[in-house]
């Protein structure tokens, strides 16, 4: 049962995982031009994650919290009224039953059923995004398996290093003046393996899910691109069997200028959204990789501390007899 | 390799010793069979006092690896009290994937000849050991030493291994220091071939988490060709990535010189372990005169007095044909007395012999120690020195890489 609190300055309130869940289908259904940011993985393998770990659940909420964050940023996303309901409401699961009826209703839903329509051709700017964040997920792809491949060979390096550092204490049990240094060594080395386990934990838990999380959104941003080629796609039909009529009409029927709009529309809030998404990307990843680089100083550093200490411990000469 | 502490009046304070060269050669072995192998350069050169001014003249001379174990194997002989320092080994062992296990590889080979120069050096800086004239003519005579070596005949004086092992089984009072000096180096030889080998493990494994970073150079490339600000900070923070990557190669192999330091104490222990069993040979040999001689003195009595009182073949023959005759007895006796009389002389060299084995080996087991505390403290302390380095330039990497991203 996952929960998550959030201070808001009068709200406060519990939700699970599944709320979220419920929170981003409801965007994607009420605002289709626009990118919505993706959640942590929903599904996770039993036996291979323990889902009640600090750990694991300490990812998730940073990574909920991020969420939250992009949504509250976004100029158009934070007025929605389901996520106003999300953060303020007592009885959630009340006004999700809600939500459904009055959607029938109300034919709240400006979802646009394109039926099957082909677009001819992507128009160059959408093309390039599609094109950029084909390569971008694909190069996140493989930075994502560099980065796991270190941690394994980190971990196998560990593996050997535990049992290296026992030897020099037993060498010291076999001596007499150099009992000393050599447990000082092996000390030493016992203190590099803690913090080289720090830094793959650091690894695993803060780095990698940021990196999987941008793979996710890129797709879900690939698919907002091809909902925009649906529009387009209806609009360029319509607009072709209106011109087949051969009629002479001075005017666009209303339906096709409907359709004309909504291309615009989708159009505008994708590329300003584009241009929002890009800003963030920009400064997530400058976080991410100096945070990268500041775990690994950090390990040295570490290290570094460890074998400068027992310099002076090597150094030292036994009083004479 | 470690900073040799010079004792007064060797021969290292004299001459100036280097093995400088290595050189790969063919020729034909005993069996008439093409082989190659590796020829090492010794140059040897007087040291001058301060207060001349002259350089005097190099001398030089070629051996190969057999030749100098032929010199450590009469050394062993010749001086069976003394640890005799041990030579590199023949074939590379613990080495991790990268190192080449080859003889002939240009890495061994070179660390090879550092380590038979530190051979030379350690014998010539021995008190005892840089007298020896044999010593001597192989860093100084190049034709004929094979001969000279072979001429004192040191093979015949040599133990056999079997003689050895039969008196470290029956021996019954050994000296206490020497058994505990036997476990010593039995639990020191078994301590550092366990820490080099997982030493070894550990190298390779090392190896292996900085070189997939260089993985990073390439797609953070790639990545920057599809972004606009941020495409430089990645460009560049992919080539340090690509520093970092190879700068673990220059990292292992200076810890391969660290290898080398604790593999030398490695062999050191076998020679410890051979003045032990020296040791063990020369007590068993004495137990078994002192026994003998008491045997020869029973055998006296009982013919002098008549009672038997051990069994004998030859008490039992007597009685069953007959004793022998008055004469016979006196001939036997006096004999057996002969026998007993060399005997007790022989007893009295072997315990002297012994006492003076035990007392200078003793001696020079102290030395060692000595050396071998300030040695591995050396060496300790340099293994620090390279860690702290490379704790250092991964900390300078990962700074610059950071400026890089910080950029973006």
Request: aromatic share 10%.
């Amino acid at each position: 049962f996952l929960t998550s609190e959030f201070d808001l300055p009068e709200y406060s309130v519990r939700r699970r995982y599944q709320d979220f869940d419920w929170l981003r289908n409801k965007l994607e259904e009420s605002q289709p031009t626009h990118l919505i940011p993706p959640l942590p993985e929903k599904f996770v393998v039993k036996g291979v994650v323990d889902r009640f770990s600090e750990e694991f659940v300490e990812t998730r909420r940073k990574a909920l919290d991020k969420f939250l964050k992009r949504i509250t940023d976004h100029p158009v996303l934070s007025f929605n009224e389901h996520f106003n309901v999300f953060l303020t409401a007592k009885d959630l699961n009340a006004y999700k039953k809600q939500g459904m009826a009055l959607l029938s209703k109300m034919g709240e839903s400006v979802k646009y059923v394109t039926g099957g329509y082909k677009l001819r051709s992507r128009p160059l700017e959408f093309a390039a995004i599609g094109e950029y964040l084909d390569t971008f997920s694909l190069k996140l792809g493989t930075i994502d398996r560099i980065a796991q491949r270190i941690i394994k060979e980190q971990l196998e390096y560990l593996v050997e290093l535990r049992e290296y550092g026992p030897i020099y204490s037993t060498w010291s049990g076999l001596e007499v003046e150099l009992s000393e240094p050599l447990e000082g060594v092996s000390a030493c080395i016992g203190n590099c393996c803690t913090a080289l386990e720090e830094l793959s934990e650091d690894m695993t838990d803060d780095f990698l899910p940021v990196l999987r999380e941008y793979i996710l959104y890129s797709e879900s941003m690939k698919n907002v691109l091809k909902k925009r080629d649906q529009v387009q796609a209806e609009y360029e039909a319509k607009l072709e069997a209106v011109a087949l009529k051969k009629e002479d009409r001075p005017k666009v029927p209303t339906d096709v200028e409907k359709c004309q709009d909504r291309v615009e529309c989708f159009n505008a809030d994708l590329k300003a959204d584009m241009e929002r998404w890009q800003n963030n990307k920009r400064q997530d990843f400058r976080q991410l990789l100096m945070g990268m680089a500041d775990k690994n100083i950090q390990y040295y550093e570490k290290c570094l501390t460890a074998w400068e200490s027992i310099i002076p411990l090597l150094q030292d000469k036994p009083e004479t007899k | 390799m470690f900073v040799l502490v010079l004792m007064e009046d060797c021969l290292a304070k004299k001459m100036e010793i280097t093995v400088s060269e290595a050189e790969k050669r063919t020729g034909r072995n005993a069996m008439n069979m093409q082989e190659t192998y590796t020829a090492y350069l010794i140059e040897t050169r007087a040291v001058e006092s301060q207060n001349e001014g002259q350089c005097s003249p190099v001398d030089s001379l070629w051996r190969r690896y057999s030749e100098f174990e032929l010199l450590r194997n009469y050394l062993l002989v010749t001086f069976p009290h003394i640890v005799v320092p041990p030579l590199p080994e023949k074939r590379a062992d613990f080495v991790w994937h990268k190192l080449s296990a080859d003889n002939m590889d240009p890495d061994f080979v070179e660390r090879r000849r550092i380590g038979l120069e530190n051979f030379l050096l350690r014998v010539a800086s021995h008190p005892v050991l840089c007298q020896d004239k044999i010593f001597y003519s192989f860093l100084t005579q190049e034709g004929g030493w094979k001969e000279m070596v072979n001429e004192t005949g040191f093979q015949l004086k040599a133990d056999s291994r079997l003689k050895a092992l039969n008196a470290t089984f029956r021996v019954k009072n050994p000296d206490k220091r020497f058994t505990e000096l036997k476990h010593y180096s039995d639990e020191l030889q078994s301590v550092i071939s366990h820490l080099l080998r997982v030493r070894a493990r550990v190298a390779d494994r090392l190896y292996g988490v900085y070189k997939v970073h260089g993985n990073y150079g390439r797609v953070f490339s790639e990545w920057s060709a599809i972004e606009k600000e941020m495409g430089d900070g990645l460009q560049s923070a992919g080539h340090h990535m690509d520093v970092y990557a190879a700068s673990i190669d220059d990292i292992l192999e200076e810890e391969e010189h660290y290898a080398d330091q604790l593999k030398e104490y490695l062999f050191y222990a076998e020679a410890l372990r051979a003045v032990c069993r020296k040791h063990e040979l020369m007590q068993y040999d004495l137990e078994m005169a002192a026994q003998d001689l008491t045997s020869k003195k029973q055998q006296c009595e009982e013919l002098a007095t008549g009672t038997v009182r051990t069994f004998s073949l030859k008490g039992m023959t007597s009685k069953l044909f007959g004793q022998e005759t008055p004469e016979q007895r006196e001939a036997k006796i006096k004999v057996l007395e002969e026998q007993i009389q060399e005997g007790e002389e022989q007893l009295k060299s072997k315990n002297l012999e012994g006492r003076d084995f035990v007392k200078s080996a003793w001696a020079d087991i102290e030395r060692f120690k000595e050396q071998k505390n300030h040695d591995l403290k050396e060496a300790l302390i340099s293994y620090a020195v390279m860690q702290i380095s490379m704790c250092k330039k991964g900390i300078q990497v990962w700074t610059n890489a950071k400026e890089c991203f910080s950029k973006m």
